[in-house]
């Protein structure tokens, strides 16, 4: 059973190629999709491509609309969203894609650290699996694989 995960959230660490890591060393028939991570590219795509724009409201919108493309696409295809909220910086789309993943009725991961536990209390609510660590995702995945404890 090939899974199919999107990995949402934070871009300034190396979470999702630990995940993909730990997938890899376990053997896990896993698909990943994600987002594009060069921040520059997301934040600039929809004016390289359809033309520059004056005000940077505009700006951002024509990016946000293309990202939109690959994000809902993601969702839409996931068996399983996994969303990491980091430490540095609001991450607002992060908490927009869990809630969308939740919309979509997709099984959601929502991984953060204990300060974030109050914030994000009500994406906690809609996910199936609040974890800490990209080593915790990787033991889920294997969990619903194989049924199969770590260990």
Same mark, same amino acid.
């Given at each position: 059973?090939?899974?199919?995960?999107?990995?949402?959230?934070?871009?300034?660490?190396?979470?999702?190629?630990?995940?993909?890591?730990?997938?890899? =060393?376990? &053997? @896990?028939?896993? $698909?990943?999709?994600?987002? %594009?991570?060069?921040? !520059?590219?997301?934040?600039?795509?929809?004016? #390289?491509?359809?033309?520059?724009?004056?005000?940077?409201?505009?700006?951002?919108?024509?990016?946000?609309?293309?990202?939109?493309?690959?994000? =809902?696409? &993601? @969702?839409?295809? $996931?068996?399983?969203?996994? %969303?990491?909220?980091? !430490?540095?910086?609001?991450?607002?789309?992060? #908490?927009?894609?869990?809630?969308?993943?939740?919309?979509?009725?997709?099984?959601?991961?929502?991984?953060?650290?204990?300060?974030?536990?109050?914030?994000?209390?009500?994406?906690? $609510?809609?996910?199936?699996? %609040?974890?800490?660590?990209?080593?915790?995702?990787?033991?889920?995945?294997?969990?619903?694989?194989?049924?199969?404890?770590?260990?």
């Amino acid at each position: 059973m090939t899974l199919n995960v999107y990995l949402s959230g934070e871009i300034h660490t190396d979470w999702r190629q630990d995940i993909l890591d730990g997938c890899d =060393r376990a &053997g @896990l028939d896993v $698909a990943f999709s994600a987002p %594009v991570t060069d921040h !520059e590219a997301s934040d600039d795509c929809g004016v #390289a491509i359809m033309g520059a724009e004056a005000d940077k409201f505009w700006h951002d919108h024509k990016g946000a609309k293309l990202n939109a493309i690959r994000t =809902r696409r &993601g @969702l839409e295809q $996931a068996d399983i969203v996994v %969303v990491r909220f980091g !430490e540095k910086y609001k991450q607002w789309n992060a #908490a927009f894609d869990a809630g969308m993943a939740a919309a979509l009725g997709k099984s959601l991961i929502v991984m953060h650290g204990p300060e974030h536990q109050h914030p994000l209390k009500e994406v906690d $609510a809609a996910a199936l699996a %609040v974890v800490e660590t990209p080593e915790q995702v990787v033991q889920i995945l294997t969990y619903v694989e194989r049924g199969t404890l770590p260990g």
